[in-house]
């Protein structure tokens, strides 16, 4: 299997690894099958390049993914993919997929199979079905594809992933970290963010469980469900106000504090961006366990930065891993943020979308202007 990481906000550096193919990438390989990864967010190459990669082997399958603003790339790779590797299964999935599966299984006539919101269990029966030569595809839940009257199919709901601690930690390895990624390393929102050398990001939970009217959770938080047109065909749906459904997931502080002691350990990084929606609201979901319990075991494990520990002003010296997250302004207080602050929290990052009460009460943030 070939993924390729489409390229998305062109206007900026590459600075995150694509979290979601590195899991996956690494899921397929736990299940024995061969993958490569072809990152051209990082390597932004002209289409000879990826012409060269897509003739390089003979790949089985070719999975894409990625949120909406990387469909321009998405597009064209695909269309490249369909006349240089004709045999090969395309599959693509992510936000792009999921937010309109129908639509854009029309656009990209080139996709065989859609993977409609969570892939960590549909991957891996896709890829077995491919590995067996059967096609059986309406058994697969969670996915989208045609049948052999070019009709597009959806089949049944996929659950959720109920216990994230069961996934294996991300493919880091298959990317270009020394080359790109740990070069812009950089976040500007504190001075430890400004002078990371080797950042990477994590993803300790899924989901949030506030109801900001303009949020999009991609079908991973329980908010998305299918129903019918007024064809009968099915579609996806998200909520809408007054039917509010969520699921919310985390990882235990264990697994999270062993994948950065991990991550330490293998590549020497100094900082960690939790890439969550929202670490504040995930511990109040908690019920103000996991962020306590999190910063206890980033202690406990070595992980506070020296300039901490030792009360002195942070500069190249310092030793350990500052990290940073997303907070809401109603939820966090002096107690969690001084508890944070100590584990080497260096910024948290609000979203602050308006100062006027009456915008403010309308987009459901659950925030007032003294908050
Ligand atoms: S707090 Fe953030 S992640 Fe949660 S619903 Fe609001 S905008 Fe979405």
């Not at 996956?24 to 390989?29: G, N, R, T, V, Y």
């Not at 976040?187 to 469980?209: H, P, Q, V």
């Not at 009968?232 to 062993?258: L, M, Q």
């Amino acid at each position: 299997i070939l993924f390729i990481n489409p390229v998305v906000r062109e206007e900026d550096l590459p600075r995150h690894v694509p979290y979601g193919i590195a899991l996956l990438a690494s899921i397929a390989m736990n299940q024995g099958h061969q993958v490569q990864v072809f990152d051209q967010n990082a390597w932004r190459t002209d289409p000879e390049t990826i012409d060269e990669v897509l003739k390089a082997d003979s790949w089985d399958v070719i999975g894409l993914g990625g949120i909406t603003t990387a469909y321009n790339s998405i597009k064209s790779i695909v269309k490249q993919a369909k006349v240089i590797c004709p045999e090969s299964t395309i599959i693509l999935g992510g936000g792009v997929l999921t937010s309109i599966p129908r639509e854009i299984m029309g656009f990209l006539p080139e996709v065989k199979i859609g993977v409609i919101g969570e892939a960590f269990n549909t991957l891996p029966e896709i890829l077995k079905m491919i590995d067996v030569k059967e096609n059986n595809w309406s058994a697969i839940d969670g996915i989208i594809f045609r049948d052999k009257e070019n009709k597009l199919i959806v089949t049944k709901q996929r659950e959720l992933v109920e216990n994230l601690d069961s996934l294996p930690f991300p493919a880091w390895e298959l990317f270009p970290l020394e080359e790109i990624y740990f070069k812009n390393s950089q976040l500007i929102f504190s001075e430890e963010g400004m002078t990371t050398k080797r950042r990477l990001d994590i993803n300790a939970s899924f989901g949030c469980s506030l109801i900001c009217r303009y949020c999009y959770h991609l079908g991973l938080a329980g908010d998305m469900s299918y129903s019918s047109d007024k064809n009968g065909k099915e579609k996806v749906v998200f909520d809408e106000p007054g039917s509010y459904t969520r699921t919310n997931r985390f990882h235990s502080p264990e697994y999270i504090v062993k994948m950065v002691k991990f991550l330490r350990e293998k590549y020497n990084v100094d900082f960690i961006s939790f890439l969550d929606e929202n670490l504040m609201t995930m511990d109040q979901y908690s019920g103000r366990t996991w962020i306590k319990e999190i910063c206890r075991l980033w202690v406990e494990n070595g992980l506070q930065p020296t300039c901490i520990r030792d009360k002195i002003p942070h500069d190249e010296t310092c030793s350990g891993v500052h990290w940073a997250g997303t907070s809401h302004a109603t939820l966090c207080n002096q107690e969690v943020l001084k508890t944070m602050r100590n584990a080497g929290c260096s910024h948290l990052i609000y979203g602050y979308e308006s100062f006027s009460p009456e915008v403010m009460k309308s987009i459901g943030k659950g925030a007032t202007p003294e908050t």
